[in-house]
């Protein structure tokens, strides 16, 4: 009876053992099912789909997106006029946010500014609003580095692409091909991007519509030129495949003055920097120097007022450097 026992509980621990691995199996395949890498490839794929401006039938379906997980806030930014380019901000610089996650990340921001300048440092409400204001501000600037950072690199990796292409061309390979090749032979960002092109014409788009979709995701003056030779050429015929090493071999030229520009200009930038940082060096020596010194500039009414209007102005002069050393090309 006792070994009759002791075998029925060695069974229903092995039972268990293998019940609990058969439910941490389920659980990691429901997690790579919706949360996995091909998941979130895939999710970002139809995020890119949705960024487009493409309204005929075949996109429409690919082209819907939550703007909010919230259904309440969702029916909301459906009806706020900008919730749609903000969108569309989010989708060209990369980044998996959500508009909703956007406007309440900045509100906070902006009520924990207020409250730590008005609440815990006792300041006036109008430069409490001030605060606020900048702190609300910082994801949205946030979000505009980023866009531009990964517009710079596909404008970087550009001419590669249109090589890629010309030599698909030259091969024998059809147009469509080269866009698929770019998709999988290349490295982000400019490979989704590309990928979105070609799924969209499997999708039943037609190629004008997705290359002007492409041209409204990234807009890029090259890509722009890029897209008009393209269509250009299939209305009136011609030699794509010189049209195409031309565009990239001025593009590459381009790119080398933009670098000869920066190479030129960075004594300016590097002095701009110094200019910028210098006030608040000079102030965190000298604090460490001598704090009594120091100290009555958070404690005397008046120094508090000069911080005020000292910031104010610094944030103008850095606005301003920054305007002098960005030289166009």
């Not at 070994?3 to 019940?19: D, E, K, P, R, Y």
């Not at 269509?231 to 011609?238: C, E, F, N, Y």
């Not at 002095?271 to 965190?284: H, I, K, R």
């Not at 007022?305 to 104010?312: C, D, G, P, R, W």
């Amino acid at each position: 009876m006792l070994n009759f026992t002791g075998n029925s509980l060695f069974g229903i621990v092995v039972l268990v053992f293998v019940a609990v691995l058969l439910l941490l199996e389920g659980l990691y395949l429901m997690w790579k099912t919706y949360k996995g890498p091909e998941a979130r490839k895939l999710e970002g794929r139809l995020r890119a789909l949705s960024g487009s401006g493409d309204a005929t039938p075949q996109a429409v379906l690919l082209k819907e997106r939550m703007l909010s997980e919230v259904p309440a806030l969702q029916r909301w930014l459906l009806r706020v006029p900008r919730a749609q380019a903000l969108d569309r901000l989010i989708l060209q610089s990369g980044l998996d946010w959500t508009v909703s996650k956007l406007l309440l990340g900045c509100v906070a921001l902006g009520v924990m500014g207020f409250m730590a300048v008005a609440g815990l440092a006792h300041q006036s409400g109008f430069f409490g609003l001030m605060v606020g204001a900048a702190f609300a501000l910082a994801p949205l600037m946030f979000l505009l580095h980023r866009r531009a950072k990964r517009l710079k690199r596909i404008e970087a990796q550009l001419p590669e692409a249109l090589d890629l292409v010309t030599r698909a061309l030259r091969a024998g390979h059809a147009f469509s091909s080269g866009m698929q090749m770019i998709g999988e032979e290349m490295s982000e960002p400019i490979a989704s991007e590309f990928r979105v092109v070609h799924d969209e014409v499997n999708f039943g788009v037609s190629l004008q519509q997705a290359l002007t979709n492409l041209s409204e995701r990234i807009p890029i003056t090259d890509l722009r030129y890029f897209v008009v030779a393209v269509l250009i050429q299939r209305d009136s015929g011609g030699n794509l495949t010189e049209v195409l090493a031309n565009l990239s071999r001025l593009i590459r030229e381009r790119l080398k003055l933009i670098a000869k520009v920066r190479v030129l200009s960075s004594e300016g930038r590097l002095s701009a920097w110094v200019l910028a940082v210098m006030p608040f060096a000079l102030a965190g020596g000298m604090n460490l120097v001598n704090p009594e010194f120091m100290s009555l500039l958070w404690t005397d009414p008046i120094g508090i007022a000069i911080i005020k209007y000292m910031l104010v102005l610094m944030a103008i002069g850095i606005l301003i450097l920054r305007r002098i050393v960005r030289i166009h090309v």
